[in-house]
């Protein structure tokens, strides 16, 4: 099958080539770097040439009121080219809970997104996941000083960003949308505590429920429903691991 993949040099995009070349796909990168740019259109029609899938993983460069904007004018033109191409099968990636927490801009973007592509000319299929293992830091980051981490109590389900890529690599076309997640539900501010204690940093946990961007989110939201396709690594694991090929 030939797949182009459109966000190519990014966290998910990178693993997502390897995986499909592994499994004998004929894959075409798609990014700005090969000249490929999605708010302008150029060069979508040479990418999307001869496409039987097109998986976009592209992310919005900023989280704010300007996302939606984003989404609208990039969907606009994926849609658009992959019907000139004869593209059959679309595919995103989205958040789980994403259309449950519209007082967040970067979550209605997304919203957005998805409502674009459910409402094109081609089959598709959304992949919702949860929050990625690989981004605890960023998360602490946020509230966060050289005593303590502030993180509210809010439940997630995190997964490994290697688990979202076999969901995407898999993925049939849906009409629809499958949740991702890990194995294991959380409270945000026990995950830091787990981060922390993993890598010997000193740093307090302090639960505040009015810190941080998840602080927004009620709780159980970010939490997959009924029929989530659960991933098999575990947090604790993917710790260890990742300690280990440092």
């Known amino acids: 099958m030939k797949i182009t993949v459109i966000g190519a040099t990014g966290l998910i995009g990178s693993q997502l080539?390897?995986?499909?070349?592994?499994?004998?796909h004929e894959v075409t990168p798609a990014s700005l770097s090969t000249g490929v740019d999605l708010l302008t259109g150029e060069g979508l029609d040479d990418a999307l040439a001869g496409a039987d899938t097109v998986v976009n993983v592209t992310n919005s460069?900023?989280?704010?009121?300007?996302?939606?904007?984003?989404?609208?004018?990039?969907?606009?033109?994926?849609?658009?080219?992959?019907?000139?191409a004869g593209v059959g099968h679309q595919v995103i990636l989205s958040i789980v809970g994403v259309d449950l927490v519209p007082q967040l801009d970067y979550y209605r973007a997304k919203t957005l997104q998805e409502d674009l592509l459910r409402q094109g000319p081609t089959a598709y299929s959304i992949v919702r996941a949860t929050q990625f293992f690989e981004f605890m830091d960023a998360v602490m980051?946020?509230?966060?000083?050289?005593?303590?981490?502030?993180?509210?109590?809010?439940?997630?389900?995190?997964?490994?960003?290697?688990d979202v890529v076999d969901a995407l690599a898999t993925a049939p076309p849906l009409g629809g949308s499958?949740?991702?997640?890990?194995?294991?539900?959380?409270?945000?501010?026990?995950?830091?505590?787990l981060t922390l204690a993993d890598r010997q940093d000193a740093r307090t946990v302090v639960t505040d429920e009015q810190a941080g961007m998840f602080s927004a989110t009620d709780d159980g939201v970010l939490v997959p429903g009924p029929g989530a396709r659960l991933a098999a690594t575990h947090y604790k694991d993917w710790l260890s691991s990742s300690r280990r090929s440092v």
């Open 17 to 24: 080539i390897s995986t499909l070349c592994d499994a004998g």
């Open 61 to 84: 460069p900023t989280f704010d009121e300007a996302s939606p904007d984003f989404f609208r004018t990039t969907m606009g033109n994926l849609l658009a080219a992959g019907e000139r």
């Open 141 to 162: 980051s946020w509230t966060s000083d050289d005593k303590a981490v502030r993180l509210p109590s809010t439940r997630i389900q995190p997964i490994a960003t290697a």
């Open 178 to 193: 499958v949740d991702v997640a890990g194995p294991d539900v959380f409270t945000l501010d026990e995950l830091g505590r």
